[in-house]
C-alpha cells in the first residue's frame, strides 16, 4: 500500500469518527452553505485537515484540547499546510463552545462573501 492510499483510508476513517464538534461544524458548512465547497478530513501533502475550501486555499483546523499539548507539532504542519498556498486558522474547541457555532459560521461567511482576511476574525494561532 502507498503512502497516498494510506493517507486516503486514514481520511475516511477520520470522516467516519468525527468529534461532536466537527461534526456540528461540517453540518453548518456543507453543501455550499456558505457559498463555497468545503471538504472535510482531507489531505494536503502529509496532513490531513479538518475542513478545507480548495477555491479560496483555506483550512480550517478545529482543536480540542490535546493541541494544546503539541505545539511544536502544529506549527510545523501550520507552516507547511501554508507553503502550499493555503491560509489556515485553528479554532479551539473552547473558542468554538463559548462563541458559539453559529457566530462563528456567520463570521466565517461574512469574510468569505466579503474576501476578509480571516485572521484577523478568529482567535490567533499558537505561538
Known amino acids: 500500500m502507498t503512502k497516498h492510499s494510506t493517507q486516503?483510508?486514514?481520511?475516511?476513517?477520520?470522516?467516519?469518527?468525527?468529534?461532536?464538534?466537527?461534526?456540528?461544524?461540517?453540518?453548518?458548512?456543507?453543501?455550499?452553505?456558505?457559498?463555497?465547497?468545503?471538504?472535510?478530513?482531507?489531505?494536503?501533502?502529509?496532513y490531513i485537515v479538518d475542513f478545507v475550501c480548495h477555491s479560496l486555499r483555506l483550512a480550517i483546523e478545529l482543536d480540542g484540547d490535546q493541541h494544546s499539548q503539541n505545539i511544536a507539532y502544529d506549527n510545523t504542519r501550520t507552516e507547511y499546510i501554508e507553503s502550499q498556498g493555503y491560509k489556515l486558522i485553528r479554532i479551539p474547541n473552547t473558542y468554538l463552545t463559548r462563541t458559539g457555532i453559529d457566530e462563528v459560521v456567520h463570521t466565517l461567511h461574512r469574510c468569505i462573501q466579503d474576501n476578509l482576511d480571516v485572521h484577523n476574525y478568529f482567535v490567533p494561532r499558537y505561538n
Open 8 to 46: 486516503i483510508i486514514r481520511a475516511k476513517q477520520l470522516r467516519k469518527n468525527m468529534s461532536d464538534a466537527e461534526s456540528k461544524f461540517w453540518y453548518r458548512i456543507n453543501r455550499n452553505q456558505l457559498g463555497v465547497k468545503f471538504r472535510r478530513q482531507q489531505p494536503i501533502g502529509p
